[in-house]
């Protein structure tokens, strides 16, 4: 490999989709908004500080068509960038590792993401 080159590490494919997720940590509760999505992670925007290695409990949605699929697992920051507008934190993006989740539910999401690949 060529010096300078980084080896993508991402192996489950990834959607821009905006969905609101109720975060549960060991002090507090948080929601977000997803910026991408996998059945791997997800990528999110929230205003609260939350630390990279704490474990979450994740809480949101997906539609589908006329209905809905809810999602319940828990997960593990794994990045924290702090979003900065003149010189004053704005919020945080996250990006979180599904750390538990059920086939059932990792299945749902990739069909989701299969689905809006293909619309695109």
Do not use: W
Not at 18 to 36: F, H, I, K
Not at 44 to 64: E, G, R, Y
Request: glycine fraction near 6%.
């Amino acid at each position: 490999m060529a010096t300078g080159m980084t080896k993508e590490r991402r192996v489950a494919p990834r959607i821009t989709e905006r969905v609101t997720l109720a975060l549960q940590g060991p002090q507090a509760a948080v929601e977000a908004e997803s910026r991408n999505l996998s059945a791997s992670g997800v990528y999110c925007f929230s205003k609260q500080l939350i630390a990279p290695m704490t474990k979450l409990a994740l809480d949101f949605t997906l539609p589908q068509g006329g209905k809905s699929a809810r999602i319940q697992c828990t997960g593990v920051v794994v990045r924290v960038e702090p979003l900065i507008a003149n010189a004053v934190t704005t919020g945080y993006h996250l990006a979180i590792f599904f750390s538990d989740l059920s086939e059932r539910q990792r299945a749902t999401i990739q069909q989701f993401v299969r689905q809006r690949l293909s619309a695109s």
